[in-house]
């Protein structure tokens, strides 16, 4: 994966509707809200790339005949709001630079490099999630 170093932290205000992700070691699901996708323009393939150093994954819009990308078609994550990815091998990647618990899994809101137009996930601010309900727990560092 290549790494990024030119990119702001420029953010966004976000409403309701918010771009995040959803991580799970277990299985290394990850979830992109649709939210991701409008963030960044509406794109027909997306690429991770996750930077261990910095713990910050991006989502930029890439060409559907990208081998390293992941297709935003079909109805899908338009019938449930996000995207599903099945990649154990990042999950892993995350947990291992960020030392999680295996058991829980983590919400990542994003912010939005417009010059770029990628969206950042920062691991130091993912939250404790629980699929369908929020939890009150804080913020991990």
């Known amino acids: 994966m290549r790494i990024n170093r030119n990119i702001s932290d420029s ?4 409403g309701n509707d918010y771009p995040y992700i959803v991580i799970q070691w277990q299985k290394g699901h990850i979830f992109v809200s649709n939210a991701v996708f409008r963030l960044i323009r509406k794109p027909n393939c997306i690429r991770l790339q996750w930077n ?3 713990r910050t994954l991006i989502i930029e819009p890439t060409n559907i005949n990208d ?5 935003v078609i079909g ?7 996000y995207l599903f990815i099945g990649n ?12 999680w618990d295996k058991l829980l ?11 770029s137009n990628v969206a950042i996930f920062e691991m130091k601010n993912a939250i404790v999630f629980l699929m369908g309900r929020k939890t009150n727990l804080e913020v991990v560092q």
Not at 67 to 71: A, I, L, S
Not at 105 to 115: D, L, S
Request: no cysteine.
């Open 105 to 115: 899994q983590f919400k990542i809101v994003a912010k939005y490099n417009e010059k």
């Open 67 to 71: 081998p390293d990308g992941f297709p």
């Open 11 to 14: 953010e966004l205000i976000y």
């Open 75 to 81: 109805q899908t994550h338009v019938k449930y709001g």
């Open 52 to 54: 261990a150093v910095k």
């Open 88 to 99: 154990v091998t990042l999950a892993h990647k995350i947990w291992a630079a960020n030392a």
